[in-house]
């Protein structure tokens, strides 16, 4: 079981584990002023999803002296940030967005403030939705592609680019007039990771260390951060020290835990891609097996999620691809053509859309088979994409021991992230989710009459 790395927070001056340094808040006006919010701020939340392109948040202030009317807000403004669990402690940093919307203003309950919310994002995003990219990419990686976009058409610096994985396989690519982060998003849909090209799920979002372009494969084979448990604070009359206080859940609550109809929609199981060859006139089928491929798939706990039992057409779950069909265009014949071969630059280069659209169907979908939302003590080195583990205790009676829930339990990625910090408290919101169990599923008695009466019923 992985356990909990050591923190410095108590020495350093934490005493309580929803501390916290908030050592800058500052809103920066287009003109130069400089206007502390630390005193006036009611909340302040800083979001990050690894299915979305950018960081964002917002600050909640409680305003006594008129600043929305002096500052003449254009646009053009900037919020400084920088919070941590001590005070210049490790994971402190600082960060400057901007802010880009004022939104639920309100009078104070005395009449002589104002209550109104500064909404603000990265840089990038807003520089993103400004600029147009017409480039044509020849014999490049997609991995290339997203540096390129991200150094030379959004100028970011590199150490604000975290992790750029590395893919497998050329393409040549026409980008007509797409922002940059559609550009980034468009490619992505065909690439691949080099250290596991048996799968197509690569990611690109951007967290407190930067921008990363990753496999969800890669995340799930990172180190446990930390483990988290549920149980009551009493347990046992046993006093928790700080560490244990800091690793224990406050509230939970799983979003989803179990849809098959949802997962049978979507293609998590089964599905199929018909890729059609214009120019040959040929068409492939190419069909996902769940079964067949998780087993060369990276899995974030050691056991699958299904059983063999079949229907009363005689098929499992992941037997059916053809209840989910997608039609696309592939080009993976011509180089089979002689006419074709012969030709110079008579043909592009495989695009490899048998291998790449299955994968991503079920990968994508696969990731959130059970989603689980929980709180818990603040802490800033919590980002999107890192795996934590979640200890649930079975409610069933017991022997007086501790036994874990068999389903429920296990290692989780991380898909986004919420940290909250308000005067009194700091708490951090993860949203998680798992394809796996940390024990495979039992086997299905197929021939067990109860069960052939039901299916067939």
Known sequence: MATNNPTPVEASGAYSPQDYSLKTLNFLTSNGKRIELKKIMMEFSYYEDIYTFAASGYVTVVDGQGFIELLQLTGNEYLEV????????????????????????????????EVYTLHFCSEELMLSEQTKISKSYSGQKVSEIVKDVLTEKLKVKPKNINVIEETTGVYDFIVPKLKPFETISWVSTYARPKKQNSTADMLFFETKEGFNFRSLQSMYKDK?????????????????????????????????????????????????????????????????????????????????????????????????????????????????????????GGFAKDIFIETILPLRTAAISLANFTALKMAVPGDPG??????????????????????????????????AVRHIIKQTAYQ??????????????????????????????
């Not at 402190?92 to 901007?98: H, L, S, V, Y």
């Open 382 to 415: 919590l980002t999107a994409g890192k795996v934590v583990e979640f200890n649930l205790f079975t409610l069933k009676p017991t022997n007086n021991t501790k036994e874990l829930d068999k389903a429920y339990s296990g290692k989780y990625l991380v898909t």
């Open 224 to 344: 446990v951060y930390a483990t988290y448990k549920y149980e009551p604070m009493n347990l046992d009359n046993k006093k928790q020290d700080f560490q244990e206080k800091a690793y224990n859940v406050i509230e939970y609550e799983f979003s989803k835990t179990y849809d098959a109809l949802q997962e049978i929609t979507s293609g998590s199981f089964a599905n199929r891609l018909i890729s059609i060859d214009p120019l040959t006139r040929s068409f492939n089928v190419t069909d996902f097996d769940y079964n067949k491929m998780k087993d060369t798939m990276e899995k974030l706990n050691p056991g699958g999620i299904l059983n063999e039992l079949k229907n009363r057409f005689d098929k499992a779950l992941n037997q059916s691809p053809e209840g989910v069909l997608k039609v696309a265009t592939g080009n993976s014949n011509h180089g089979n053509v002689p006419y074709i071969k012969e030709k110079e």
């Open 82 to 113: 920088n919070f941590g669990k001590v005070k210049n402690g490790p994971n402190a940093n600082d960060q400057i967005f901007r802010v880009y919307k004022i939104g639920d203003r309100k009078p104070g309950g005395n009449h002589n403030t």
């Open 428 to 457: 951090t919101i993860l949203e998680m989710a798992k394809e796996s169990l940390p024990k495979a599923q039992e086997g299905a008695n197929n021939s067990d009459k109860n069960v052939r009466q039901a299916i067939t019923a």
